[in-house]
């Protein structure tokens, strides 16, 4: 009966929520969505339950450690060690895998070489929200869902004996751990470990739908019974139920960045029953209303199910970092009081500021309002605005100062953020701070973290002095100028709108900064100490580049397309190196790279660096181009498969970049409020902004082969533009292409049509 009550209570909720928002949410996009899309050859995504921007991402993990076992499972695998809480999604570096469970029959073993279990795809189902396997050891069926801090196991057993196993030593290094078993039967501890995060503090609560009949603890190998608290670094556990044949057992757990209370209250707050079913509606009720922010119609289903699948992994993180009580884990690792709004955690800053925090401002407005005020925050906590920030850590990963295009791409779209002027002071301080400014914001723990650390700092007090990173330095001192200059030209829009004139007129002029390193007799931007390097080779992988070499970063000035067209020798000339780059031989030489993949000719989609590519041509004037290029690289790099992504997906960037192309526009200079177009994959596609207007773009003759925009038309009138603004998006309307199989040489290529980034 109480499961019932808790049921009708969950299903109404559901229901009310539904008549409340927008209509698209009756259909169910769901099925368009494959979590399995990227758990294939390079793509680091994981299969399990989860719901949009949730702490927990419940997921079975196949492999312990290697490139790609990042996210904890590979589709390649037949074994399953068992079922963790946090994955990281589509990076290149593993971590997370917290609070393991695994249902086994028979005599307990908590080693994971016993435990384990093989498993097959063809008992294996994935849909955003839910997880199920057939563990083929113990003919167990598992089956997970999850909320926003909390994860429900149901493990159906064949058995008269089950054991659920409960690891804290998996996978990362444990620095300590606590775990308490209560009269009443509740678990409960903590565990904190390094590894790419290097203080993760994760606390939770466990609760079974039935007593347990003995469990008994290891700590080290060495066998407890009857403990009620232990601590230590190396704690495993095992709990036994007496259990009929095709009985379930459940398991939920509640997971805090805070205290074991926080993780009580979690729980206690978002899954009070044992209604596993309620829980998983609930789970394809939330995905439903994120998916259907988009309303995405094609006559190829498997571009469906590509489109939603990219909208499914753009919206797994950030992840939220706070309790139900607003309380939180600050950057300082100290525990604050929530100030309203949601923290976050896990900002991929070098990958997402590209694509997916621009497509927050289309359909994700208030969140991202809440990751920059967490960014702020952070700033306020440590000095230090996030570069790649981890469970409240930051890993000093990639190069940038990259937050400052999230903040300052947000003010150009009219979000409200919180403290302006401190959200300014932050930005210019990143832009300013010296190598050994650096150095006051590091601790390390582990070799990975220091080599992090020096890539990073390398060469920032080479560039304020000189405007570039001096080849000395090395470490992708060219890739690390071009970024650089960019951020500049960000930092200059943020000084412009808080009034700050003689900081927009000094950053401007350091925007310019990538001019430097260009080299008239090659095209390249090359590498330079005094003078430009001897012995340049553009399809040379080096140190001076990050993750790429000087075809991927031959075009790295969005903030400044116009100028460095002109660079270039003119528009002509400027089209002509963009053609060499999709032309030329794919092969490179020196030290190889696994990012640098998903190739044509030197472009390498697999990389974020070259995804703005393609969209160049709009500026050079031959838009037919971009739209060829862009859908090659749709048709080519992303399927409905599990190696359907060419690269990481890098919490959620390469997604965010097909959700965008797949319109048929994308946002090449983030900070700016045009977008350029290419060509739609869909033919037709709704975006339900959250003011209640719409924006609908239809293509007619979408057929395959048809791939030019042969006219346009905007609202009614003719259209000859090859960029769509921002304003014009956010007041609704509909924008009509006619598509062909022959290009239209004059459609967007007038000089009053071609989208514009200057800094002069």
């Known amino acids: 009966m109480i499961h019932a009550i808790h049921r009708i209570v969950l299903l109404s ?26 758990t294939g050859g390079h793509g680091h995504t994981f299969p399990g339950a989860c719901v949009p921007f949730g702490m927990v991402q419940l997921s079975p993990d196949t492999r312990l450690r290697g490139w790609d076992g990042c996210a904890g499972y590979h589709y390649s695998d037949s074994i399953v060690y068992g079922f963790s809480h946090t994955h990281l999604d589509g990076t290149g570096c ?83 751990a606590e775990l308490h078993i209560s009269a009443d039967g509740e678990v409960s501890g903590m565990r904190l470990s390094s590894n790419w995060a290097d203080s993760q503090y994760v606390f939770f609560v466990l609760r079974f739908s039935k007593p347990f009949a003995e469990y008994g603890v290891s700590k080290g190998g060495i066998k407890h019974k009857r403990v009620t608290a232990i601590k230590g670094h190396r704690l495993r556990a095992w709990f036994r139920f007496a259990t009929k044949r095709g009985e379930a057992v459940y398991a939920k757990v509640g997971l805090s960045p805070v205290s074991i209370d926080g993780a009580r209250k979690n729980l206690a707050a978002e899954q009070a029953g044992w209604d596993f079913d309620a829980v998983r509606d609930q789970a394809r009720d939330t995905w439903n209303k994120e998916l259907g922010k988009i309303e995405f119609s094609s006559s190829d289903t498997a571009v469906m199910r590509t489109f939603y699948t990219a909208m499914y992994h753009s919206f797994i993180s950030p992840n939220l970092f706070c309790d139900v009580d607003g309380r939180y884990r600050g950057r300082d690792l100290q525990v604050h009081e929530g100030e309203g709004g949601n923290y976050y955690t896990v900002f991929s800053l070098w990958d997402t500021y590209r694509a997916l925090h621009p497509l927050y401002n289309l359909i994700q407005r208030p969140r991202n309002a809440d990751m920059i005020h967490t960014m702020v925050t952070m700033y306020r906590q440590r000095g230090l605005l996030p570069i790649w920030e981890l469970a409240g850590c930051e890993t000093f990963c990639m190069t940038g100062y990259h937050a400052v295009p999230v903040i300052a791409d947000a003010a150009m779209k009219g979000i409200s953020i919180a403290d302006a002027n401190t959200a300014y002071e932050a930005m210019k301080h990143s832009a300013t701070m010296s190598h050994r400014d650096m150095h006051h914001y590091f601790k390390w723990r582990s070799p990975l973290m220091l080599i992090s650390h020096l890539r990073y700092v390398a060469g920032w007090d080479s560039y304020h002095k000189y405007g570039y990173i001096r080849g000395a330095a090395l470490l992708g001192g060219t890739s690390k100028s071009m970024e650089h200059a960019y951020d500049d030209w960000c930092v200059a829009q943020m000084a412009k709108r808080v009034g700050r004139m003689d900081d927009y007129d000094m950053f401007m002029k350091r925007a310019a900064n990538y001019r430097l390193l260009y080299d008239s007799t090659t095209g390249f931007m090359r590498p330079r100490k005094k003078n430009f390097v001897k012995h340049f080779d553009p399809y040379k992988l ?25 660079l270039m020798g003119g528009k002509e000339r400027f089209a002509t190196l963009l053609d060499s780059l999709f032309h030329t031989s794919s092969n490179m030489y020196g030290l190889p790279h696994p990012d640098v993949s998903g190739m044509i000719g030197q472009y390498a989609h697999g990389n974020e660096p070259s995804h703005m590519i393609a969209y160049a041509y709009d500026y050079a ?139 002069e």
């Open 621 to 759: 004037a031959e838009p037919w181009k971009a739209q060829h290029t862009t859908r090659m690289i749709m048709d080519s790099f992303y399927t409905d498969r599990p190696d359907g992504l060419c690269g990481n997906d890098d919490c959620g960037q390469m997604s965010a970049w097909y959700v965008f192309s797949a319109m048929g526009f994308y946002p090449v200079c983030p900070g700016s409020n045009q977008y350029a177009i290419g060509s739609p994959k869909g033919d037709r596609m709704v975006l339900h902004l959250e003011d209640g207007k719409s924006f609908t773009i239809i293509a007619k003759n979408n057929e395959k082969g048809n791939v030019y925009i042969t006219s346009a038309r905007m609202n009614g009138s003719p259209y000859t533009k090859s960029y769509l603004n921002y304003e014009d998006i956010m007041k609704g309307g509909t924008l009509e292409m006619e598509m062909g199989a022959a290009p239209n040489t004059q459609w967007g290529a007038g000089d009053a049509d071609v989208p514009v980034t200057g800094i």
């Open 94 to 176: 593993s971590d997370y895998g917290d609070i393991l469970l695994m249902p086994t029959a028979g005599k307990p073993d908590v080693r994971p070489a016993a435990y384990r279990s093989g498993f097959s795809h063809q008992q294996e189902k994935a849909v955003p929200g839910y997880y199920s396997v057939q563990l083929h050891k113990s003919n167990i069926l598992a089956e997970l869902t999850a909320t926003a801090r909390t994860g429900l196991h149901k493990y159906t057993f064949s058995d008269t004996a089950g054991n659920i196993i409960l690891d804290l030593k998996h996978r990362d290094k444990v620095r300590h």
């Open 542 to 566: 080096s140190r001076y580049y990050t993750e790429g070499n000087a075809w991927q970063y031959a075009f790295p000035a969005p903030q400044d397309m116009s100028g460095h067209i002109r």
């Open 13 to 38: 909720c559901c229901l009310l929520g539904l008549i409340a928002g927008s209509a698209q949410t009756t259909t169910d996009y769901t099925r368009y969505a494959d979590p399995m899309i990227g």
